[in-house]
Antibody, heavy 121, light 107 residues
């Protein structure tokens, strides 16, 4: 079955760029929407953005000026870059597959990575 | 943005109880709603899509319903494995947004 695994530095300095990679195994990345979601300590979930296998993106307006998500189909990976980070960006970052079935009103995250904690300090 | 308001924020219950969690959307989202269960240190687990469609492998004691812009997650005959935090998520429009969560703990 499809599995997702996040990787990247657990500590990032303020004002620098947070970079994470999600490796997709057990299936091809050349379909579906591939997303990043974060959860600040003790807080709820915030959708960051996605990349579609065609290369199109959509980002949360609250982060749009600082975020980019890219795709590497040769490695079956997608990546997140968040620039100019502050302590407010400290969170567990999840990568997740989003499945969309308009005829069934389904637009949800059906497979998640285990998450990776990133601290900005 | 569509705001998703969950209530209660926490509930204490016993094994065997029936628990009801509500999620209210700030505008109409038809049935574009999902429910997730999250345990400490783990990723959210999908439970229900399209407001009432149980995902594969999810016990039948979980159910979802809709009334206008109010969505309900019901857990019948609460089991020890069900103590967790539950989130709703709307898929109607961007940005995709989640409710603030409801923690179900042991009374």
């Amino acid at each position: 079955q499809v599995q997702l695994q996040e990787s990247g530095p657990g500590l990032v300095k303020p004002s620098e760029t947070l970079s994470l990679t999600c490796t997709v195994s057990g299936g091809s990345i050349s379909t579906y929407y591939w997303n990043w979601i974060r959860q600040s300590p003790g807080k709820g979930l915030e959708w960051i953005g996605y990349i579609y296998y065609t290369g199109s993106n959509n980002y949360n307006p609250s982060l749009k000026s600082r975020v980019s998500v890219s795709l590497d189909t040769s490695k079956n990976q997608f990546s997140l870059k968040l620039t100019s980070v502050t302590a407010a960006d400290t969170a567990v970052y999840y990568c997740a597959r989003r499945t969309v079935v308009p005829s069934l009103a389904i637009d949800a995250f059906d497979i998640w990575g285990q998450g990776t904690m990133v601290t900005v300090s | 943005d569509i705001q998703m308001t969950q209530s209660p924020s926490s509930v204490s219950a016993s094994v065997g109880d029936r628990v009801t969690i509500t999620c209210r959307a700030s505008q109409g989202i038809v049935s574009w709603l999902a429910w997730y269960q999250q345990k400490p240190g783990k990723a959210p687990k999908p439970l229900i899509f399209a407001a009432s469609s149980l995902q594969s492998g999810v016990p039948s004691r979980f159910s979802g319903s809709i009334s206008g812009t109010d969505f309900t997650l019901t857990i019948n005959n609460l089991q020890p494995d069900d103590f967790a935090t539950y989130y709703c998520q709307q898929g109607h429009s961007f940005p995709l947004t989640f409710g603030g969560g409801t923690k179900v703990d042991i009374k």
